[in-house]
């Protein structure tokens, strides 16, 4: 059974404040009508035995006690009592008989369950007889240390020793001195301990001794004389005595009478003193009793408020422990969850080192196969110039006779084709390449891809540079007739080049409805200006040094703008079609063909990446003052789009990606237009020489951006199931 708890008091203190227990509570209406006889006698009764009772219990207690405490004992009859106890045991001395040998009970079953350490009787078990507060305060000794314990034990072991003396005084050899205990007030313990005195004095009718009275002084003359043997003899003793004494009957009668009326008032009297007495026995009663009541009520007022009390704290008690045990559960989980997180990071980070070392493998095959890459693409565009040259020889050559071949060909050069000479001014190669460009103008404006004249354009404009640069610097080795008609071709070659521009860009904006023959007609006009200029300032062979040197910075720049050419070696017509070769591949022909959307997922991923990364260097360029490297980056961009485009149509193309097909396209026409828009802000504003506006980078930054976005929603169109 388990009872709520309370602040915190020592054992002596829970039977001080309990107060008599066995206190009497006198009726004012019913004892009045008690004989005093019969309630002196049970009390007289009840006194003997509770005394009995009482010396044969301290008894045992002693003996247990002082086997218990011998230690202690034998150190205090040495050293004496410590000043704490002897304010303890002086405590105890103010306890009712009843209340101390509650305690010592107490004390003495603690004594005997700790000496048999039974582990299944963990505090002395609950009594129902027992008031709950004694209950506690005995189940209060079970949590009290050894020390402690003994300290009270102590303290009982003195106060028997001190109240029954007279039953161990032939153990008072061992006992330690008792403290001097001041007593308390006698009519104070009187008023508590039991009722007034005047309740025992009962008068007995028949045995009443009356004293001397003022009033009835008179009586001591009657109860002296010598007739006052006679006044209690019988009836008999009378009649013989009247009998001898025939002669005074009247006297005796008279003298009976005054006799009788005088016992008459003393009886009154007796009686009145009597009444006055019950009365005031019973008012001291009266107020013995409210005090008591009050004292009831007060004890039972503040019993009902410490319950309440009570169990209001163990009701936020309750609350307060489930709300830590749902604080307990969620920490747990918590703590479960970083152990989780805990963990996949590890996982996590061995993977990352896993492919960081796979990456750094995967690199340095790729430099491998770069470098690989490069040597071959040199000789790839070694060979494509000697592939240009022999061409262009042959073009309108057909050999009929092995035998005369050598002088046809001789002949027919001579008659129908300008030859080169040590005079001319424009290199070879540079006429080589410009008649290369135009033939891939013309193919690509016929290709599905109309917007890739815009690529096309750009080769024409580096050529076109070239040859103008080259006419400049020999410029003062003409004639002044020359002069003039050069000024004049230069010109028409301005004006023609820039018709062929505009005629391009129109074309690649047109989405195929723009005529093919606007952009002959531009490029006629453009060509028939170049040969005008050929004839005036003629042709010379290619030097093997200057064409090095160019094959040399065209590799070098080869990321860079197509009008950041170097004067000093301008490029050949071989390198810049194996460059346009190489573009035209990277959208036509691509490396890798992604044949299900998972693949070509990894691969938006990737070159999402590289987006970015492109969009950030083209930020950054656009910060900095106008030096050609946001052409080249704008270049580089475009590539990339044309690449997704062509693999995200494949894709879609493809078996396991027509599901698609319906949502892709929008998407792809919206990245075609982005690279579009990029074309022409790169042509018109991003050009070498030019400075871009600020609407003009507001606008390219728009469409980077754009561009961004629709490879996003690729690749969440391509991840969705």
């Known amino acids: 059974m388990a009872y709520s708890k309370s602040p915190p008091r020592s054992p002596q203190e829970d039977w001080l404040s309990r107060g008599p227990q066995s206190a009497k509570t006198y009726s004012t209406s019913s004892s009045r009508s008690m004989s005093y006889t019969s309630r002196s006698q049970s009390f007289a009764s009840t006194r003997a035995y509770s005394l009995a009772h009482y010396e044969n219990t301290a008894r045992i207690y002693y003996m247990e006690l002082r086997s218990y405490l011998k230690d202690i004992l034998a150190q205090e009859s040495i050293e004496g009592p410590q000043p704490e106890r002897i304010t303890a045991r002086q405590k105890l001395t103010r306890l009712s008989n009843h209340q101390f040998h509650e305690l010592a009970m107490d004390v003495y079953d603690e004594v005997t369950r700790r000496i048999k350490n039974d582990k299944y009787v963990p505090f002395l078990p609950v009594k129902e007889d027992f008031h709950p507060k004694r209950n506690q305060a005995r189940q209060k000794l079970a949590t009290l240390a050894v020390p402690r314990f003994k300290d009270l034990a102590s303290d009982v072991f003195s106060e028997l020793t001190r109240r029954y003396a007279n039953l161990f005084q032939e153990d008072d050899s061992h006992l330690p001195p008792v403290p001097q205990v001041p007593m308390m007030d006698s009519k104070l313990y009187d008023k508590v301990q039991q009722p007034s005195k005047s309740t025992h004095i009962i008068p007995v009718k028949g045995t009443f001794n009356v004293e001397t009275v003022d009033k009835f002084s008179d009586d001591e003359t009657i109860l002296n004389s010598p007739d006052r043997t006679y006044v209690n003899r019988s009836p008999i003793d009378q009649k013989e005595f009247f009998g001898r004494n025939n002669s005074s ?393 044309r690449t997704i485009i062509d693999k995200s149509s494949s894709v879609c193309s493809s078996q396991s990606g027509y599901a698609y097909t319906r949502a892709c396209r929008p998407i792809l026409n919206e990245l075609d237009q982005c690279s579009q828009r990029l074309n022409l802000l790169q042509i018109n504003h991003f050009v070498s020489g030019t400075v871009a506006t600020a609407n003009a980078k507001r606008d390219l930054a728009k469409e980077a951006y754009e561009i961004a976005k629709y490879t996003k929603e690729l690749i969440n169109l391509f991840e969705t199931d």
């Open 249 to 641: 009957d009247e006297d005796v009668n008279k003298i009976r009478s005054e006799y009788e009326y005088k016992m008459s008032m003393m009886q009154n009297h007796i009686k009145q003193l009597q009444d006055k007495l019950e009365e005031k026995n019973d008012q001291s009663m009266d107020s013995i009793d409210r005090e008591l009541l009050n004292q009831l009520q007060k004890v039972s007022l503040k019993d009902e408020e410490n319950q309440r009390v009570i169990r209001q704290m163990e009701e936020q008690y309750k609350k307060l422990d489930d709300k830590y045990q749902t604080l307990k559960q969620d920490y747990n989980k918590q703590q479960e969850a970083v152990r989780e997180v805990k963990r996949e990071t590890r996982e996590m980070i061995e993977e990352l080192k896993r492919m960081a070392k796979t990456n750094e493998e995967l690199m340095l095959e790729k430099e491998e196969a770069d470098k690989e890459i490069k040597t071959l693409r040199d000789q790839v565009k070694e060979w494509q110039i000697k592939y240009e040259k022999v061409k262009l020889e042959l073009r309108s050559v057909k050999v009929q006779s092995i035998r005369n071949v050598s002088s046809i060909n001789c002949n027919m050069i001579k008659d129908n084709f300008i030859q080169p000479t040590k005079k001319g001014i424009i290199t070879y190669d540079h006429i080589l390449s410009f008649q290369t460009s135009i033939d891939e103008l013309l193919i690509t404006a016929r290709s599905s891809y109309p917007a890739n004249v815009i690529q096309a354009m750009k080769v024409i404009v580096s050529v076109c540079k070239l040859i103008t640069e080259q006419v400049e610097n020999n410029e003062s080795r003409l004639t002044s007739d020359s002069k003039q008609t050069l000024y004049e071709l230069k010109s028409r070659f301005s004006t023609a080049l820039s018709d062929l521009l505009i005629a391009a860009k129109h074309h690649a904006n047109g989405m195929g409805i723009s005529p093919v023959s606007l952009l002959d007609h531009s490029a006629g006009n453009l060509s028939a200006v170049v040969v005008d200029l050929v004839r005036l300032v003629g042709i010379k062979d290619t030097d093997n040094n200057n064409q090095n040197g160019f094959q040399n910075d065209y590799k070098n720049n080869n990321t860079t703008s197509a009008y950041e050419t170097n004067s000093n070696s301008p490029p050949s017509l071989s390198q810049i079609r194996s460059q346009l070769k190489d573009t035209d591949d990277n959208y036509s022909l691509p490396e890798q063909t992604y044949t299900t959307p998972a693949e070509l997922t990894k691969y938006l991923k990737n070159e999402t990446d590289t987006i970015v990364q492109t969009i950030q260097n083209l930020l950054s360029a656009l910060r900095l003052p106008q030096n050609g490297e946001a052409y080249s980056i704008i270049t580089s961009l475009i590539d990339i789009i």
